[in-house]
């Protein structure tokens, strides 16, 4: 089974930029895509980004698209978000998955990092 870890996560004002790293280790030849996903606080956790880790496509959330990008680097095993133009409205605790399904099932979560955008 996957093992992810993020990080990067920050306290930072709104307009700034934050990168968010999520590596990959064992089990990584089973990865199809790998995806972003966020919660607030008292809310329901979202798709943010996801990754098709061979050929690199990408499909983002309509509130992230123009400002977050996904990106891999196949050889390490890590997956980044580039956060640009960061809103309150990001302000949620980010994690990254493997295989991610649209049920909402993955077959591996990471622990999850902490990004607060102040106003």
């Known amino acids: 089974q996957v093992h992810l870890m993020e990080s990067g996560g920050g306290l930072v004002q709104a307009g700034d930029s934050l990168t968010l790293s999520c590596v990959a280790s064992?089990?990584?030849?089973?990865?199809?895509?790998m995806g972003w996903f966020r919660q607030a606080e008292d809310e329901e956790r979202e798709f943010v980004a996801q990754?098709?880790?061979?050929?690199?496509?990408?499909i983002y959330a309509n509130s992230v698209k123009g400002r977050f990008t996904i990106s891999r680097d196949i050889a390490k095993n890590v997956m980044y978000l580039q956060m640009n133009s960061l809103k309150p409205e990001d302000t949620a605790a980010y994690y990254c998955?493997?295989?991610?399904?649209?049920?909402?099932?993955?077959?591996?979560w990471g622990q999850g990092t902490q990004v607060t955008v102040s106003s």
């Open positions: 998955a493997a295989n991610p399904r649209t049920d909402g099932v993955a077959d591996s």
């Open positions: 064992g089990g990584t030849f089973d990865i199809d895509r």
């Open positions: 990754i098709l880790w061979r050929n690199g496509l990408t």
